[in-house]
């Protein structure tokens, strides 16, 4: 039986589909993304390398898959009635940032984006473009609201708060609460949102002080 050799046999679905996309993600968190494979997968979920090809055309897609499956809310728009609100439905709780497995499955998937440009691909149309779209919706929500700035380019302030939050956990080893992510909102995201880009510096005028050396 080779990955194409699918025939007419039932699709992987339901509960068994759940099942091997858990699978996945634990042997992604285990140990990364080069070094998993279909073989890996379908031992751990105690199936045959067909079946899952019976449903996922490669690794690529099934890592993919699996991923959006732990993030089973990232296609919803949360409606919480504020900007601080949403984002905290968006961004916290299972698949989150405060979510230990979802940050070692992204430490995962950061890695292999840089190596495999099928994956990356893959993650960015499936995974990241669904997740842009919902925080797009929430900042154009919210700024109906009057709670951005109508000239706040929502192509910078977007990703900021994954940015911040994931630096100090990555980089700084800070860990993940509810709590760290509200500051940095309070802190940053908000304020930015609603007060909006800063004007230019004026440019010195011929003849002033400023422009003698």
């Known amino acids: 039986m080779t990955p194409t050799e699918t025939g007419t046999r039932p699709r ?3 509960e068994r589909e759940t099942e091997i996309l858990a699978a996945t993600l634990e042997v992604l968190a285990e140990v990364g993304y080069d070094l998993l494979t279909m073989d890996a997968v379908a031992t751990r979920a105690k199936a045959s390398k067909a079946t899952l090809y019976r449903r996922w055309r490669g690794k690529p897609e099934l890592v993919v898959a699996a991923v959006m499956c732990h993030h089973s809310n990232a296609a ?3 409606d919480t009635g504020s900007l601080r ?3 905290l439905a968006a961004y916290c709780g299972t698949g989150g940032l405060n979510d230990p497995l ?3 499955v992204l430490s995962a998937v950061v890695t292999a984006m840089g190596r495999d440009p099928e994956f990356a691909e893959v993650y960015r149309r499936d995974f990241i473009g669904p997740k842009i779209a919902v925080s797009r919706a929430v900042y154009e929500r919210a700024r109906e609201r009057g ?3 109508p000239d706040t380019d929502l192509t910078i302030l977007g990703p900021a708060l994954a940015g911040v939050v994931l630096h100090r956990a990555f980089l700084l080893g800070e860990a993940v609460t509810p709590e760290l992510v509200g500051r940095v909102l309070d802190e940053v995201i908000l304020p930015a949102a609603l007060h909006g880009p800063c004007p230019p510096p004026a440019q010195p005028q011929p ?3 400023l422009t003698h050396h």
């Open 85 to 87: 609100g949403d984002l």
């Open 76 to 78: 919803s728009v949360p």
């Open 12 to 14: 992987v679905e339901g």
């Open 147 to 149: 709670e951005v700035h």
């Open 207 to 209: 003849g002033s002080p």
């Open 102 to 104: 979802a940050q070692s």
